[in-house]
């Protein structure tokens, strides 16, 4: 039901006006100097996979640097759909396939930079999901992700059915679902620190009109050996 939903949401916004714009915290991330830790750089030679890419904003940055991009969605329907808006776009340099978080449709070692922005949340097994992500990604290469942090009115709005598990209500078309929330950085640190290295973590709280949207934000990079 969950990926029905998602595909009917994706197709009936894109009938009208949809993203055109990247993520402000992942750019900042990725293309400013908030990192301790060495600037990744971007240029011909490095490839780039959104995890739960959408409609392939989050892609642009890259693209406009002349990576080879892939992502990655739940359906045909909304990897077809992507492909074909950034296609139309301009950009040729692009593949977007159908999979997910623990099922990701490529090579071992692939990736220079993996994307998961506000998509891992949905996955029960969050350990596998880092695991598959590891798999994909070359030796030295990152990992940028970002997910709900406890300030969200999205986490406060749910019930609690577990260990990190909660079930969304009285928000949108996800109610009923449930996701796996971190209550604290300490955590998202436990689950990253047990496969990657170099971890780096923060924190993005806003007030947009009367919403309140809170997320943690991690860069983070695959062991060499």
């Keep these: 039901m969950a990926d029905l939903n998602w595909t009917k949401f994706n197709v009936e916004k894109s009938k009208g006006n949809y993203p055109t714009w990247p993520i402000e915290a992942m750019v900042k991330v990725l293309f400013g100097g908030y990192l301790k830790g060495p600037k990744p750089m971007f240029d011909v030679s490095t490839k780039v996979l959104d995890i739960g890419c959408g409609f392939g904003n989050n892609l642009l940055p890259f693209l406009v640097r002349g990576c080879d991009c892939c992502g990655v969605e739940i359906t045909d329907d909304m990897s077809g759909l992507a492909e074909e808006i950034l296609r139309t776009r301009g950009f040729q340099r692009v593949c977007i396939k159908t999979g997910n978080n623990r099922s990701l449709p490529f090579d071992d070692e692939e990736f220079d930079l993996i994307v998961s922005n506000n998509v ?66 300490k955590y998202l640190d436990f689950y990253l620190s047990k496969i990657f290295e170099d971890i780096e973590l923060g924190q993005v709280t806003e007030r947009l009109m009367q919403i309140n949207l809170d997320f943690f934000v991690s860069y983070c990079r695959k062991p060499k050996d």
């Design 120 to 185: 891992i949340h949905y996955e029960k097994n969050y350990l596998a999901a880092l695991q598959e992500y590891s798999r994909v990604l070359k030796p030295g290469g990152g990992l940028y992700l970002m997910t709900v942090a406890p300030g969200h009115d999205i986490y406060v709005n749910a019930d609690v059915v577990g260990r990190h598990k909660f079930k969304i209500k009285n928000w949108d078309f996800r109610d009923g679902e449930q996701y796996f929330y971190l209550s604290d950085l």
